[in-house]
């Protein structure tokens, strides 16, 4: 079992940043890939970025490209959101997941491991 907390959502403006953490605990932390996923009210949840357990690999949702960075710090089992340059329509409960590191982290489907969500609202 792996249990995931989100913190660091909240309000802010249009063209603002926030930075998303998820401190993981439980299993060791390095054997999965990580990733951050996003759902808007009435539209289904949508990977945002991910991240392979080692670290060496990234995707990232065409909507975000260029303005989000994810990264993790296994020495903390932390792993990271920068959201840079936010619009209204990044707003969105933002979900933590961790995935087995052998299993598709670009897909929903693979994690088997999720956060209660932290709400990110981007005033316009």
């Known amino acids: 079992q792996v249990q995931l907390v989100e913190s660091g959502g909240g309000l802010v403006q249009a063209g603002g940043s926030l930075r998303l953490s998820c401190a993981a605990s439980?299993?060791?932390?390095?054997?999965?890939?990580m990733g951050w996923f996003r759902q808007a009210p009435g539209k289904e949840r949508d990977v945002v970025a991910a991240?392979?357990?080692?670290?060496?690999?990234?995707y990232y949702g065409d909507s975000v490209k260029g303005r989000f960075t994810i990264s993790r710090d296994n020495a903390k089992n932390t792993v990271y959101l920068q959201m840079n340059s936010l619009k209204p329509e990044d707003t969105a409960v933002y979900y933590c997941?961790?995935?087995?590191?052998?299993?598709?982290?670009?897909?929903?489907?693979?994690?088997?491991?999720w956060g209660q969500g932290t709400q990110v609202t981007v005033s316009s």
């Open positions: 997941a961790a995935a087995d590191y052998y299993r598709d982290y670009k897909r929903a489907g693979g994690y088997a491991y």
């Open positions: 991240i392979s357990y080692s670290g060496g690999s990234t």
């Open positions: 439980g299993r060791t932390f390095s054997l999965y890939n």
